[in-house]
């Protein structure tokens, strides 16, 4: 059986969430373990701070708009920008196939999430999945609409985050969940949309503020609003918005990286000269300027570099030098996970924003007993705040060990101010919340 339709609900408990999330479903599993269940995952797409603290439930509706095989967060998660969290075996797939069970009403799958915001004070455990999967829409919500024209309605606009195809054509219809699950104020695309990936489509006004807030008509039970999302992919010939009945050409995926990647390897048109322990590298300076403000200064002004057209760098090893050079090109890094505490004091250096993240997210996925003092220094002495902030945190959920180790002995020494932030950030996740002590109650 085929599962046409998606269906997606979203139960926010803050009208104005300061970020954007969305389900990311493996329905095959993620591995040799799973591949006999639907994963689902809950991401932070972009968010306007660090990170967001939540806790989550997942569900399936069936024909009665009832909750079923529900799963939900025993604690609040630590969300980073990119990063998910969720169940690996939400549900076997052949429980999911079973006209008996009822959860494919129609052939359509609905997946209900509510996710809740918490206090930055709350403990987080577990590890992240970082498996990345074939994402579905997702949901991008303005509470104070796109512009002045809309400042006095909820404007809400499905997106394709990622998609393995060039594109993907759908309809789709929103509407707004009542207290008995009624769907209402309902808005739906009148043709397909062509959807690329980071494009969006939906309605600058589809609902007046005033009438969501309004508690007669009863769209906020509870302070929550549920969001009704249901998207139908359609074949390929069907005619969309804005578009004629010409032919549709099939455009190339871009292979900027790849030809890039091959000018790196070719060496040809190259300006510039770059010894780094012994060994030269040809790369040409207007690559160089445009990913690097650093390199933009150095061929900028009246340097050496600029007259001679060679750059000497005598601090860092020729093969590290090699993989930034690389990314520089292409923007990837294929050798991360063996090199990242070096590459993340080149992307350092350079002001490669990027890959210093990147350097991060490997570092914090292989932190250990043994690594974390050693991880917290290195955060600490480039900058690195959400390595700093994960390393803390490790350190903090296994102080005893970490102790006894060497590295955590010699940051004793070399860098104290770390061991009073550790110390500091562990007395405050264990102090007892201030306010009234809780009332007793009474048993009859």
Not at 58 to 63: K, P, W
Not at 190 to 200: H, I, L, M, N, S
Not at 245 to 274: H, I, M, W, Y
Not at 386 to 405: C, G, K, P, W, Y
Request: with cysteine; proline share 4%; net charge negative.
């Amino acid at each position: 059986m085929t599962i046409p339709v998606i269906e997606m609900l979203f139960v926010l408990e803050d009208i104005q969430p300061p970020n954007d999330m969305c389900l990311r479903v493996n329905p095959k599993g993620l591995d040799e373990e799973s591949k006999d269940y639907l994963s689902l995952y809950l991401l932070l797409v972009s968010c306007n701070k660090t990170e967001v603290r939540a806790k989550f439930k997942f569900s399936i509706l069936n024909a009665k708009r009832e909750e079923t095989k529900a799963m939900e967060s025993q604690r609040a998660y630590r969300f980073v920008q990119g990063k998910d969290w969720g169940f690996k075996k939400f549900i076997r797939r052949d429980f999911l196939f079973d006209e008996a069970n009822g959860l494919l009403p129609d052939d359509k799958l609905t997946l209900y999430c509510e996710v809740s915001v918490v206090a930055d004070s709350v403990n987080i455990s577990g590890q992240s999945n970082a498996v990345q999967f074939k994402v579905p829409p997702c949901l991008r919500v303005n509470p104070k609409g796109l512009d002045e024209e809309s400042k006095d309605y909820l404007s809400l606009y499905l997106l394709l985050v990622s998609c393995n195809k060039t594109e993907v054509r759908a309809k789709f219809k929103f509407s707004i969940l009542n207290a008995k699950r009624e769907e209402t104020k309902a808005m739906e695309s009148q043709r397909a949309y062509r959807f690329v990936q980071g494009k969006d489509w939906g309605f600058k006004k589809f609902i007046r503020r005033d009438f969501l807030f309004d508690e007669a008509n009863g769209l906020l039970p509870d302070d929550k609003l549920t969001l009704y999302c249901e998207v139908s992919v359609v074949a390929d010939s069907v005619n969309i918005s804005g578009q004629s009945n010409a032919v549709q050409f099939k455009v190339p995926e871009c292979r900027l990286a790849d030809d890039l990647g091959g000018l790196f390897d070719t060496q040809r048109f190259s300006d510039v000269t770059l010894y780094v322990g012994g060994r030269e590298f040809l790369a040409h300076k207007a690559i160089l300027a445009a990913r690097s403000p650093v390199f933009a200064a150095m061929f900028e002004h009246e340097m050496e570099e600029r007259k001679h057209n060679r750059v000497e760098i005598t601090d860092m090893d020729h093969d590290v030098f090699k993989e930034m050079l690389r990314y520089v090109y292409t923007g990837r890094a294929a050798n991360l996970d063996r090199m990242a505490d070096d590459l993340l004091a080149a992307a350092d250096k350079y002001a490669l924003d990027r890959l210093k993240v990147m350097c991060e997210e490997a570092l914090s996925s292989s932190l250990s007993v043994d690594n974390a003092a050693d991880v917290l220094i290195l955060a600490d002495l480039h900058s690195a705040e959400q390595l700093r902030a994960q390393s803390i945190e490790f350190i903090n959920s296994h102080a005893t060990d970490v102790m006894d180790t060497h590295g955590w002995k010699s940051m004793i020494k070399s860098h104290p101010h770390l061991i009073a932030e550790a110390f500091r950030a562990l007395a405050t996740q264990q102090a007892p919340p201030i306010g009234p002590p809780r009332k007793k109650i009474r048993s009859s």
